[in-house]
T-cell receptor, first 111, second 116 residues
Framework: NAGVTQTPKFRILKIGQSMTLQCTQD?????MYWYRQDPGMGLKLIYYSVGAGITDKGEVPNGYNVSRSTTEDFPLRLELAAPSQTSVYFC??????????FGPGTRLTVL | AQKITQTQPGMFVQEKEAVTLDCTYDTSDQSYGLFWYKQPSSGEMIFLIY??????QNATEGRYSLNFQKARKSANLVISASQLGDSAMYFC?????????????FGSGTRLQVQP
């Protein structure tokens, strides 16, 4: 099992550009999450999904969108990138009530 | 108000000694879970240990144990016999059962440095 995979590992964007962060899990987990981690801080929830076709906002959803068409994939879309979105982005997945497994993260810089 | 508080931004410990990393939490739920994750300098998040609010025994996983004091709303991580590889950021997190999203709320972390 590869677990949770994320691409790309690093990305530099210019202000106003858009991009999609990819996340795939092969553990058949219902729940998937996107978090962001700003320097020196803990993780904050952006969006989550409890199953294919079902998504909802977390604490910091502004400037992002998600979709969940399959159990395995949960891409995060950034529209009109801003410097405030410079962060490390983590995707995670879990069964209900169990620990979350995290991907390796995507380090995004917006200049 | 912060739901997870880690008051130690940084800690030092000598190799082979034990160290306690503090975590207090705030919730009105009766059912919740407490987690500790390790984040080494490489950046990945590694699950260490879990304690459920109804668990009567403190959780243990190898050299890690969780000192759970429900009345004081604390869930401190104890690492015994510290190793150089334990140097990392450590995050305490909570999952509240009434939140259907089952997401984690994280503290700000404690950076542990193990000295030879």
């Amino acid at each position: 099992n590869a677990g949770v995979t994320q691409t790309p590992k690093f990305r530099i964007l210019k202000i106003g550009q858009s991009m999609t962060l990819q996340c795939t899990q092969d553990m058949n987990h219902n729940y998937m999450y996107w978090y962001r981690q700003d320097p020196g801080m803990g993780l904050k929830l952006i969006y989550y999904s409890v199953g294919a076709g079902i998504t909802d906002k977390g604490e910091v959803p502004n400037g992002y969108n998600v979709s969940r068409s399959t159990t395995e994939d949960f891409p995060l879309r950034l529209e009109l990138a801003a410097p405030s979105q410079t962060s490390v982005y983590f995707c995670a997945s879990s069964y209900p009530g169990e620990e979350q497994f995290f991907g390796p993260g995507t380090r995004l810089t917006v200049l | 108000a912060q739901k997870i508080t880690q008051t130690q931004p940084g800690m030092f410990v000598q190799e082979k000694e034990a160290v306690t990393l503090d975590c207090t939490y705030d919730t009105s739920d009766q059912s919740y879970g407490l987690f500790w994750y390790k984040q080494p300098s490489s950046g990945e998040m590694i699950f260490l240990i879990y304690q459920g609010s109804y668990d009567e025994q403190n959780a243990t996983e190898g050299r890690y144990s969780l000192n759970f004091q429900k009345a004081r709303k604390s869930a401190n991580l104890v690492i015994s016999a510290s190793q150089l590889g334990d140097s990392a950021m450590y995050f305490c997190a909570m999952r509240e059962a009434r939140s259907g999203r089952r997401a984690l709320t994280f503290g700000s972390g404690t950076r542990l440095q193990v000295q030879p």
